[in-house]
């Protein structure tokens, strides 16, 4: 069975510093890993996924994440937030099963951006 | 393209009625999911489709929550009959494939359920 932690349900930080966004997984297999960002009464959007390419995924908006299967992490990271990046974001892993794709979603991070 | 569309946007009913949530998916798309998410449990896969076929429904709450695909560009998800608890935003996205693709979701029905 999978799983997705996401160690932080709040996270501040003043903009124009990083923002480290965590999450850790479990999974039986080779997931397929993403992160999604959610503004405010908006639907969910992808800002980047891991498909067992390239360890070091960049996506939209200046964030990346690096898969680490020896911690089973998959840490989302921006140098320099903005006041646009509040938003919530969640981590999913991806995994297929007999038959199927199972999808579990992480319980989600707030980012407060502090002017 | 228009993205995923859902209707209604916002929905008030009372408790004991029947209600439908409407989404029509990306064209082209061969996979739909519907979600719900709620302060509490959080966003929650309540079911998905591929081709049309309900391929993982172990997501929805219980018998009176069902889910239809009758064609490529639209799904229903009834509540009968609804009640508080099924208070909540639903989401529907839509994908290429089901497992490694990206969705993209709607934006959403706000369900209120007095």
């Known amino acids: 069975a999978q799983s997705v932690t996401q160690l932080d349900s709040h996270v501040s930080v003043s903009e124009g510093t990083p923002v480290l966004l965590r999450c850790n997984y479990s999974s039986s297999y080779s997931p397929s890993l993403f992160w999604y960002v959610q503004h405010p009464n908006k639907g969910l959007q992808l800002l980047l996924k891991?498909?067992?390419?390239?360890?070091l995924v960049k996506g939209i908006n200046g964030f990346e994440a690096e898969f680490k299967k020896s911690e089973t992490s998959f840490h989302l990271t921006k140098p320099s937030a903005h006041m646009s990046d509040a938003a919530e974001y969640f981590c999913v892993v991806s995994e297929r099963g007999a038959g199927s794709y199972q999808l579990t979603f992480g319980k989600g991070t707030k980012l407060s951006v502090i002017p | 393209d228009a993205g995923v569309i859902q209707s209604p946007r916002h929905e008030v009913t009372e408790m004991g009625q029947e209600v439908t949530l409407r989404c029509k998916p990306i064209s082209g798309h061969n996979s739909l999911f519907w979600y719900r998410q709620t302060m509490m449990r959080g966003l929650e896969l309540l079911i998905y489709f591929n081709n049309n076929v309900p391929i993982d429904d172990s997501g929805m709450p219980e018998d009176r929550f069902s889910a239809k695909m009758p064609n490529a560009s639209f799904s229903t998800l009834k509540i009968q009959p609804s009640e508080p608890r099924d208070s909540a935003v639903y989401f529907c996205?839509?994908?290429?494939?089901?497992?490694?693709?990206?969705?993209?979701f709607g934006p959403g029905t706000r369900l209120l359920v007095l």
């Open positions: 996205a839509s994908s290429l494939g089901s497992g490694t693709e990206t969705q993209y």
């Open positions: 891991y498909t067992s390419a390239a360890t």
